[in-house]
């Protein structure tokens, strides 16, 4: 019996034209030899308020946040206290997830003081974006990142050398801006043409455009094998995987199955003086200890240490922190 993952994605109709994925992305990829890079955990990344972004309240299973100009209430499962401000501030939001047809786009958002446009001003250390009311929820960023963006410029910068970073999975583009903007030459993949969309137009916003940047519609895992077999590196790479996905083609992406995988190829495809890998997971059930571990096998002998832990946003009102996401990353 084959193992899982070539199982599920062999459903693909251009599986059997592909060359065999095994050379480059065992399915279950061996242990690697070497000592464990050294570790730091728990790590807890806080994103504080700031003039741009900050969680207001939450509570009863919302949360109400400040992006740029407007306050957003959305559904939030981990917000299991009670709120700190009266319902009568929550009234005051600008917009409201509902998520009540099923219809694409805006309307599933609801818009009590008057009615808004798809799109509005962002701005992060003064880099210039769209926040974006999508129909998952979604406002077309995920502010818990930006620490994740900060310590990313950081090691740009402190190359002082020419750094190429791949971002798979790489949703509106803001962590491939703040990397080019902090000087590095970047590939960012994703699997669907409507984010690439709106990436581009960020890149726009951000006035950008001069910088490198490549936006590739692919699925991220392909496009990590391809690379591996071309043999093309980068210095960073980031992978901010979904639950499940699917690829431009149907392929099928599911975290607990396809995470070591991609994350071997995420080694293989470094250069011989990389800088860093940043994996963030979101709304899976597990610790941040399964991803520590597998992050430290993955870079066995490559030393450099692995930190893991939760990305956590800190209330503005009652100073709760109220968890995202788990990461794990390994640091030169
Ligand atoms: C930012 S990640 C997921 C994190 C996000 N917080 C969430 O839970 O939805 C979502 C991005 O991954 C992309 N994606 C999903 N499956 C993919 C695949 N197989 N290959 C590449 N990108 C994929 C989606 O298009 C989306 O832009």
């Known amino acids: 019996m084959k ?13 059997a034209h592909r060359q065999p994925a095994v050379a480059a992305a065992p399915l279950r990829p061996a242990r690697r030899e070497g000592a464990l890079p050294a570790e730091r955990l728990p790590l807890i990344l806080e994103v504080l308020p700031n003039e741009d972004y900050a969680l207001i309240d ?13 306050r957003i209430v959305r559904p939030e499962g981990q917000a299991i206290w009670r709120p700190a401000l009266p319902e009568k501030d929550w009234h005051k939001a600008d917009a ?6 099923d219809e694409e786009g805006m309307g599933r958002w609801r818009f009590p003081q008057a009615p808004l446009g798809e799109t509005w001003p962002m701005t992060h250390d003064g880099l210039h974006y769209l926040g974006r009311f999508t129909s998952f929820r979604h406002v077309g960023v995920f ?4 620490t994740h963006w900060d310590h990313m410029a950081g090691l740009i910068a402190a190359a002082k050398r020419p750094v190429k970073v791949l971002n798979l999975f790489g949703y509106t583009g803001l962590a491939s801006l703040v990397a080019a903007r902090a000087g590095a030459e970047v590939t960012h993949v994703d699997a669907s043409k409507k984010a690439i969309g709106w990436a581009r137009e960020n890149q ?15 699925d991220a895992m392909k496009f990590a094998e391809r690379e591996a077999r071309r043999g093309s590196r980068y210095d960073i790479v980031l992978f901010d995987p979904p639950a499940y996905g699917r690829g431009p083609k149907g392929e099928v ?39 520590h571990a597998l992050m430290r096998d993955a870079f066995a002998g490559m030393g450099g240490t692995v930190e893991s832990g939760e990305l956590v946003i800190r209330e503005k009102t009652a100073g709760r922190a109220l968890s995202t996401s788990l990461f794990s990353r390994w640091v030169a």
């Open 143 to 146: 502010p818990e990142q930006a």
């Open 253 to 291: 992406w599911q975290l607990f199955e396809d995470l070591p995988a991609l994350t071997a190829l995420c080694r293989e495809i470094l250069t011989p003086k990389p800088i860093a890998v940043v994996l963030t997971a979101y709304s899976i059930r597990a610790s941040f200890f399964a991803i």
């Open 204 to 218: 726009e916003v951000a006035r950008l455009t001069t910088r490198p940047i490549r936006w590739i519609c692919e």
């Open 3 to 15: 193992p899982s993952r070539e199982r599920h994605r062999d459903k693909r109709p251009e599986a």
């Open 58 to 70: 939450s509570g009863d299973g919302r949360k109400l946040e400040q992006y740029g100009p407007y």
């Open 96 to 101: 409201v997830f509902t998520g009540d047809t």
